[in-house]
Nanobody, 116 residues
C-alpha cells in the first residue's frame, strides 16, 4: 500500500529555516519522480519542487528557486525539502506527491507557519 507521510512543519520566524520530510512506504522512491506542493489558507494548491527519478534533475517554482532545496535519501525511502529565508508568504500546508502508473498519491500534509 502506497503511503506518504509528511513531517517537520511548525512555527518559524521570518528569515528562519525548516526541513520537511516525506516518508514513503509501499514503493521505492528511487523509482519515481516526486514533488512537493503547498496550499496557503484560502488559496489553491501550487507546485513547489520536483525531483526526477534519477535525482539529477530538480525543478522549482520561481517563488522558491534558490531558497528551497529538494532532495531524497533512497536508503531511508524519504524525500526532503529544505526551506531557507522563510517569509510569511510561505505559510502553507506542504504536501508530497508522486504518480505511480497513472495514479496520483498524496500525503496528508504538514503545516508550516511563518510568523513573528
Amino acid at each position: 500500500q502506497v503511503q506518504l507521510v509528511e513531517s517537520g512543519g511548525g512555527l518559524v520566524e521570518p528569515g528562519g529555516s525548516l526541513r520537511l520530510s516525506c516518508a514513503a512506504s509501499g514503493f521505492p522512491v528511487s523509482n519515481y519522480a516526486m514533488r512537493w506542493y503547498r496550499q496557503a489558507p484560502g488559496k489553491g494548491r501550487e507546485f513547489v519542487a520536483r525531483i526526477s527519478v534519477t535525482g539529477w534533475n530538480r525543478d522549482y517554482a520561481d517563488s522558491v528557486k534558490d531558497l528551497f532545496t529538494i532532495s531524497r535519501d533512497n536508503t531511508k525511502n524519504t524525500m526532503y525539502l529544505r526551506m531557507n529565508v522563510l517569509t510569511p508568504e510561505d505559510t502553507s500546508v506542504y504536501y508530497c506527491n508522486t504518480n505511480i502508473n497513472g495514479m496520483e498519491y498524496w500525503g496528508k500534509g504538514t503545516l508550516v507557519t511563518v510568523s513573528s
